[in-house]
């Protein structure tokens, strides 16, 4: 399996733009996983599935910007040099 | 600070104070004395060689006031921006902090290389700490250094153009490719246990470079069984990895019983509770990760 530098930032760029892409009214409320649901019990233990919809809300929130930037350096870049 | 002994002598005169008081302040401030001292005997020989050097040279130039003022001023500016680049290099990387990574020696190397390929008879696992930080690795063998990871991936990557080699295939963007094949194995693999640590919520003193450390003890199993199945064939290569999968699980489940599961779990006492039984199997998992990354990584050299 000979994967390259390169091949990781692919990844990395599409894992984040799936993440991002997850509609919070259309979609993860369908599931049980909106925002309300998130905060649950208080106290030191959050449980897995209030961490996974906290980190699915920060990276929605934080990365939407740069997620911009890069997806339309990716898509110049791709269109230019194939 | 090697390059100084290249440049010309009247650099080094100016440059001389600023390294002087660099190396006392970086001295001073890890009180733990990760390394030793030895810039007072090359400071000495410095300054005896610059004089001797500004002598010989016969710097003409110095009498002219203007190129005096020149040359002081571009040795200030290239101060500067060293230490410009210092100062933003250590926001992203922490070098203070790796170097404590790297304060090993000898005897703690061998110690630690016997302790992945036989940790059955250690009994004390635990990192001593002293007020407060943990101590060097020269000091404590349970410590995590970067040294032998470091080493461990380079050797890795030689021994695996050694073994393509012997089996005709070897270029050498091959050893390139190798490399960064093994290297994005390991990312994901630091990536992955620090998603799953968040997860789960751990609250856990283990730092990135710590991980880092403890993926890249499996190279040290991985080298011994190529090296056997180059020497003594496939059953060799076989049954070697199998001695290093086997010893490096026992070692990482001894490692962080310590640093993830709860004071009484680590005891041994069966803890009840959903989040200590998640703890036990994050653990496992991690553990049991690096047999099958030692196989997936080494199965192609040996055919």
Redesign the interface.
């Known amino acids: ?5 390169y ?2 930032i692919q990844t990395a760029i599409l894992c984040i733009n799936a993440v991002a892409v997850l509609h919070e009214e259309r979609f993860l409320s369908k599931f049980g996983w909106g925002v309300d649901q998130g905060v649950g019990g208080f106290g030191d ?2 449980g ?1 599935k209030a ?2 919809l906290t ?1 699915i809300r920060s990276v929605r929130t934080v990365m939407r910007v740069p997620l911009i930037i890069v997806n339309a350096a990716c898509i110049v870049l791709l269109l230019l040099f194939g | 600070m090697d390059y100084t002994a290249t440049q010309s002598g009247f650099r080094q005169r100016k440059l001389q104070p600023d390294m002087r008081l660099r190396n006392s302040s970086v001295d001073g401030t890890d009180g733990s004395q990760l390394f030793e001292d030895t810039s007072a005997a090359a400071s000495g020989s410095q300054t005896g060689n610059q004089q001797a050097g500004l002598q010989a040279a016969g710097f003409p130039s110095l009498s002219d006031p203007m190129s005096n003022l020149a040359m002081a001023y571009g040795s200030s500016l290239a101060s500067q921006g060293r230490e410009m680049v210092d100062k933003n290099l250590d926001r992203f990387i922490p070098i203070s902090k790796l170097k404590y990574y790297f304060a090993v020696d000898t005897v703690y190397v061998g110690k630690k290389l016997g302790l992945l390929v036989f940790p059955y008879m250690h009994e004390n696992w635990e990192v001593s700490y002293q007020q407060d930080t943990p101590v060097a690795p020269r000091f404590d063998v349970n410590a995590p250094d970067l040294y032998i990871p470091a080493m461990g991936f380079i050797t890795y990557i030689l021994v695996a153009g050694l073994a393509l080699g012997t089996q005709n295939k070897f270029s050498p963007e091959l050893l390139g ?1 190798q490399a ?2 093994a ?3 390991l ?2 693999e630091v990536l992955a246990v620090l998603l799953s640590l ?4 751990v609250n856990t003193d283990l730092t990135t470079i710590d991980l880092l450390a403890f993926s890249g003890y499996k190279y040290v199993g991985m080298i011994v069984g190529v090296v056997a199945g180059l020497l003594f064939g496939k059953p060799a290569y076989y049954l070697s990895l199998l001695w290093c999968c086997a010893a490096i699980f026992v070692f990482m489940i001894r490692t962080l019983r310590l640093k993830l599961l709860s004071e009484a779990a680590a005891e041994g006492r069966l803890v009840r509770g959903a ?1 200590n039984q ?1 703890r036990m199997y994050l653990t496992m998992s991690i553990a049991a990760a690096q047999p099958i990354f030692m196989y997936w990584l080494t199965y192609h050299l040996i055919r």
């Open positions: 399996m000979a994967f390259t530098l091949s990781l233990d959050p897995v961490q996974i980190l | 490719v960064s094949s290297l994005v194995w990312i994901m968040y997860l789960v919520t989040r998640l």
